[in-house]
């Protein structure tokens, strides 16, 4: 198997990478032209039998997800595409969409024939406005060429594709909150069943797919499924993107097949920065439990991650070296979920910003012995208890944090953070704006 496999990343570096013309010259719609000549149930079941598990972090097959949308119902079925990417450290859908569009277009249009949609959405985050006009200028691009619009490539199906902007909250990237935004209210979870293959957008069948997910199709359309199957692990099938931030030599997107160890990607990151050494890091996003050193050669897939004790998530490797305060960086987080926040649910709403609180007197040094019992406490009254995994998220930053560095936390009884951990030691770039 090769360390790398380019498939959506492929041609990024190419000139004019996402305009149409470029896009058909590597094979850009040839996938849609035999995905459309296949009737809509053989390519769920090519979907199927390739294993292709959601990409936006909870890694439900995306085969089935479709199967469960009831053609027997007479309302109209709608497909969106989740672009609202906000996960702290992740950052792999949006460099797709900047450099080759079409490939998400494209994936837009075999997956909504699947399910016999006739309208799609792009949902994306609102603060990209430049992401926003590309994805706009693929979608006329699309239309001109008779990709889109009615009577697609003269074989009588319809589609319609709309590129909807969100307003910048993080909870919109839950896929009913999302709905709820798209159908102009304000962004907050829904209460499940109903599901929204059954009851989604304007209370119709709808599938919900992350940009990574919809854009892996037409590849498995061109190549097949034992194509897509000689990638990765026995569960985890596929090729996927990777981000790799934080203290390494060159961070950015690395596309590998699923089950690539956090050791051979950092080597490929050309290593931790000159002098350190990895203390801990996040395997998908700061929702995700953090991991230590010891779990370096752990595949990077939904089973080894699971076993571990982490989540796979949104494949967000953030690498923190000893110079890091884990008290910092857990109240960091935490912040930006009490922030993040919508407010529904009691337990997230009051529960993070009392964990903000307790984290506060960690970071000063004004803790109190019982403060760590207490701030797990808390913990244990808010993970599980709300519509959505917000909640879930801060309490999986915190309790894992305090599994791997309890001392460090004791340490806040009597010595502030910022003594133990100079916060300019661990800055990626110095004051002076030179790199470290």
């Excluded at 209210?185 to 069948?205: D, E, H, I, K, N």
């Excluded at 910092?328 to 649910?345: A, D, I, N, P, Q």
Aim: aromatic share 10%.
């Amino acid at each position: 198997m090769d360390v790398l496999t380019p498939v959506l990343s492929e041609h990024w570096g190419t000139e004019n990478s996402w305009k149409l013309s470029r896009y058909e010259t590597t094979g850009g719609y040839r996938a849609l032209r035999r995905a459309l000549d296949m009737q809509p149930a053989d390519v769920i079941s090519l979907v199927k039998e390739a294993n292709l598990r959601g990409r936006g972090g909870a890694g439900f097959p995306t085969g089935m997800k479709w199967s469960f949308v009831p053609q027997d119902n007479p309302n109209p079925k709608y497909l969106v595409v989740n672009a609202d990417e906000s996960e702290p450290g992740t950052c792999k859908d949006m460099p797709l969409m900047m450099a080759s569009p079409h490939t998400l277009v494209e994936g837009v249009i075999i997956s909504a024939f699947a399910i016999n949609a006739h309208t799609a959405f792009i949902y994306c985050r609102g603060e990209v406005l430049h992401i926003i006009r590309r994805l706009q200028q693929a979608v006329r691009e699309a239309y001109a060429a008779g990709y889109l619009g009615k009577n697609i490539l003269g074989t009588g199906y319809d589609l319609d594709i709309i590129v909807h902007a969100g307003a910048g909250a993080y909870i919109c990237g839950e896929e009913t909150a999302l709905l709820d935004s798209l159908e102009g209210r304000r962004g907050q979870p829904r209460l499940r069943p109903p599901f929204p293959a059954v009851a989604g957008l304007y209370a119709s069948p709808t599938v919900v797919n992350n940009v990574e997910s919809i854009a892996s199709v037409p590849s498995i359309i061109a190549n097949g499924a034992a194509w897509f199957q000689a990638m990765g692990t026995e569960k985890s099938k596929g090729f996927t993107l990777y981000s790799l931030s934080g203290h390494v030599k060159h961070p950015g997107q690395f596309e590998a097949p699923l089950g690539i160890t956090l050791r051979e990607l950092i080597e490929l990151g050309g290593g931790v920065r000159e002098g350190h050494e990895l203390k801990f890091f996040t395997p998908g996003g700061s929702s995700t439990p953090i991991l230590t050193a010891e779990s370096l050669d752990i595949p990077l897939d939904y089973e080894g991650m699971a076993g571990a004790g982490s989540m796979l998530g949104t494949k967000a490797l953030q690498v923190f070296d000893e110079t890091t305060s884990v008290v910092r960086t857990t109240l960091r987080w935490v912040e930006f979920y009490k922030h993040e926040s919508c407010g529904k649910c009691t337990p997230c709403r009051e529960g993070t910003w009392w964990l903000v609180q307790l984290l506060m007197r960690f970071e000063a040094g004004t803790a109190e012995e019982g403060d760590i019992e207490k701030m797990l406490d808390a913990c244990d009254n808010i993970g599980g208890r709300s519509f959505c995994a917000l909640a879930d998220g801060a309490v999986a930053a915190t309790t894992s944090a305090v599994k791997h560095f309890r001392h460090e936390f004791e340490q806040g009884y009597h010595t502030p953070a910022w003594e133990l951990f100079p916060y300019e030691k661990s800055a990626v770039f110095a004051t002076d704006g030179a790199a470290r």
